[in-house]
């Protein structure tokens, strides 16, 4: 049985606990719609391998270059850095190269397979809402007028794969990142 001075106790470190700060980085995070539904921060894949690097390749601050056989997108800062992220890249006869731009935007998109996908894959729902079992994932960057996209994934152990039809995979608090920093008309140099 606990006596009264212990149960005081144990209420006191919960509280503690409740209201202890969350760092800024984290709480803008712990507070997004994934977060809750992915369980927080981190976790397989989590964002937990985007870092800052040494980049002194001279592009335009806010270009985006896609290393496909890295299987990493810098965003460029400009100072000689950039921040580089893990992504997942399209299979075996699906990679490709080029400059397109980013020519939309979307929350939490909605997804309709294109034909191509369809012959491929009949099994495929013909449209899905934009949603937590989306395969886009919480953002969508379209590239051009191509069938291409820098999205999110419901299936964050697919970043680091060759796996996807020729879209380029992030885990969505990457995502979320990422789309916060570019605009539309956005350079994407995809090598």
Known sequence: MLSRSGAVSGLAFILLVAVAPIPPALAQFEQSPFARLFGGFGGSGGGADRTIVSYPVRLKPGTVVINTAERRLYYING??????????????????????TISQKREWPSWTPPKEMLRRRPDLPRHMVGGIDNPLGARAMYLGSSLYRI??????????????SGCFRMTNEDVVDLYARVRVGTTVIVQ
Do not use: C, L
């Open 79 to 100: 100072d000689g850095t950039a921040i580089s992220y893990g992504i997942g890249v399209g299979r075996v006869g699906f990679t490709w190269k080029g400059m397109k």
């Open 151 to 164: 999205h999110g994934s419901n299936e964050p152990e697919t970043i680091g794969q060759a796996v996807s």
